[in-house]
């Protein structure tokens, strides 16, 4: 008897009926939900506590400013203007 294919995962791998077994025994088994969570991506935690994404308006010189400086720099747009913002900030 042939797997039925159900699709495809992320990464291109059929799923078939044995692929639907060994998640089914794995999910009656049980998740270690600490796990999971440490393996998930995202972007890593900055400070001490959830960031927050603040906007703020450039007038067209600033912007293509604030771009040259952070390629020739091989950094961010964030990055500058965090290190921007601390610099004033610690200065004031």
């Known amino acids: 008897m042939t797997d039925k294919n159900h699709g495809t995962t992320r990464s291109g791998k059929p799923i078939t009926d044995e692929v639907v077994e060994e998640l ?39 912007s293509a400013a604030l771009r040259t400086r952070a390629k020739d720099e091989g950094r961010t747009n964030s990055e500058v203007i965090r290190e921007a913002l601390r610099d004033y900030l610690q200065a004031s």
């Open 24 to 62: 089914h025994q794995k999910a009656a088994e049980g998740f270690d939900v600490d796990e999971i969570v440490r393996r998930r991506g995202g972007r890593p935690p900055m400070g001490s506590a959830a960031a927050t994404v603040e906007s703020v308006r450039l007038d067209p010189e600033l």
